[in-house]
């Protein structure tokens, strides 16, 4: 017996929620996805190029972080007079391959959570597209 892996215990654990809920909601029957439906000529503004719906030709997680800081962080730090700490995704070569991985697992597209409060870097986000091979879309944020 092998041992289960985390990403198996969270898909077990989304596709039972995925399945109560659109039972419950009377919505298809709680075990097949419904396909998104697109009109006619819509495209996808990814950062690098604009796609048709066809192109992505597999699941896209909706709201990641692949280039982040934290508002308050930054402003804690200025605040103090000290360098504003790294974050996580300031390593894009990690960022790179962390997104070639979801590529893999047959990811086609994300669509990044960060806006420019959030000193999101929009190079960062071209390089992980280009290298990648998934598509990124870049949240107009607020």
């Known amino acids: 017996m092998s041992a289960i892996t ?3 215990a969270l898909g077990l654990i989304g596709g039972g929620a995925a399945a109560w809920a659109t039972t419950a909601l009377g919505i ?8 998104a439906g697109f009109p006619n000529g819509a495209i996808v503004r990814t ?3 604009d ?7 597999g699941p896209t997680l909706f709201h990641e972080h692949l280039s982040i800081r934290y508002p308050l962080t930054r402003a804690l730090a200025e605040q103090q007079g000290r360098p504003v700490p790294a974050s996580f995704t300031d390593d894009v070569d990690v960022m790179v391959e962390e ?5 893999k697992d047959s990811i086609s597209c ?4 960060g806006h420019p409060d959030m000193d999101r870097d929009l190079a960062a986000l071209k390089r992980i597209a280009a290298e990648s091979g998934v598509h990124i879309v870049a949240s107009g944020g607020y």
């Open 99 to 103: 997104t070639k991985a979801a590529g």
């Open 28 to 35: 298809g029957d709680g075990l097949h996805a419904q396909p």
């Open 6 to 8: 985390r990403r198996d």
């Open 110 to 113: 994300i669509v990044d959570g």
């Open 47 to 49: 950062l690098l190029k």
């Open 51 to 57: 796609v048709p719906p066809s192109a992505l030709t």
